[in-house]
């Protein structure tokens, strides 16, 4: 029943069931953010994942931060970094081991920030999802975890080579919990580090945050653009008495913008179980943000509503397609993408489409 309300929904809506490029027209603008670099082809958070990232025709990168122990921000989706390194196997580091409280939840491991920048840099990153991308743990011991820094010298090595633009996108992790449990701001250490790579507001830069403290911040000491990300469930951690349903409303959106240029939403916060808008995205082009970008489209079965996934089980591929022209026909203003080379592909073909080529 949920996969013919879905598959009627699309019909009405003009889409059909079709390759990627055989959709219809989107505009131009339409950002491509490549989430933790190409990570559906590469380990993420690596620099050969964010290379890949722009060859495939990425608009943004967007890498994770979080700090070493000598104040050195560094690109790991979580600060625990037991499933994107091979730390666990190092008997040198096993002493490291800790069990610490980060945002309400007890989480025990290896943190980024009990390591020296240089004792980081003796790990090597491996894949960390290996039952459902076993291609990518041919790279596993290949690459180390890459600094902001080498990030940016990345970006600006392909920008040279490519003669286009491209973007940062950084999330900051925990900040709260670096700052209260650590004493860490890295708020500051990032405006600094923008600062010494000459980075400024009129570079294609994002800043993201789950957090609302660190956005407002950085809102009162940079012009830098800010972006908050919201959830389906849950709410900020810096804000307990606060959900994320209710930032999500038109009342919510304007407190939003009071310090924030646009939100990162949830996919299920855009789209209804049958593929239908929200509301969402209505209510975001209302308020005084700028823009609405989704998370996160991943072509694996398991990461797809139930009507957009094909044969061979959760690791096969399936429709990522349809749920980017989903997206599109909601009104969002760019995706973040595990494989933005297809999400490039997708863009291409709807924009040939739309110019009738």
């Known amino acids: 029943m949920v996969r013919c309300l879905f598959m009627s929904l699309m019909a009405l809506m003009g889409i059909a069931m079709a390759p990627i490029s055989s959709a219809q027209g989107v505009n131009s603008d339409f950002l491509i953010i490549a989430h933790r670099g190409a990570s559906g082809e590469r380990p993420e958070h690596t620099l050969a994942a964010y290379e890949r990232a722009i060859d495939q025709g990425a608009d943004y990168i967007e890498p994770d931060l979080v700090v070493t122990k000598d104040g050195v921000l560094v690109s790991r989706h979580e600060n625990e970094i037991s499933g994107t390194t091979d730390v666990a196997n190092r008997e040198e580091f096993e002493d490291r081991r800790r069990s610490k409280t980060i945002d309400g939840q007890l989480v025990a491991g290896w943190f980024v920030e009990d390591f020296t920048l240089a004792e980081l840099r003796t790990l090597r990153a491996r894949e960390r999802l290996p039952t459902l991308r076993r291609s990518n743990t041919d790279f596993d011991g290949l690459y180390q975890v890459p600094t902001f820094a080498e990030i940016v010298s990345l970006i600006r090595a392909k920008e040279k080579a490519l003669g286009r633009r491209i973007g940062l996108y950084p999330e900051l992790k925990h900040p709260n919990f670096l700052l209260q449990e650590e004493g860490v701001d890295v708020v ?82 855009i789209l209804n179980a049958d593929g239908s808008p929200t509301g969402l995205v209505a209510d975001v082009a209302a308020s005084d943000l700028g823009a609405i970008h989704a998370w996160t489209v991943r072509k694996e079965n398991v990461f797809l509503p139930p009507p957009l996934r094909q044969a061979g089980g959760e690791a096969a591929i399936g429709d990522d397609s349809t749920l980017l022209d989903l997206l599109a026909a909601a009104g969002v203003d760019g995706v973040f993408s595990d494989d933005p080379g297809r999400a490039a592909l997708w863009r291409n073909g709807r924009q040939a489409v739309r110019d009738g080529e």
């Open 188 to 269: 500051d250490l990032l405006l600094t580090e923008f600062k010494a790579l000459g980075l400024t507001p009129a570079d294609p830069v994002y800043i993201q945050c789950f957090e609302v403290g660190p956005l407002q911040r950085l809102n009162q000491r940079s012009d830098f653009k800010l972006v908050q990300l919201v959830h389906s469930h849950g709410g900020p951690a810096d804000e307990p008495g606060m959900t994320y349903a209710e930032m999500a409303t038109p009342t919510g959106l304007a407190a939003i913008a009071s310090y924030a240029d646009a939100i990162g939403a949830h996919i299920p916060l």
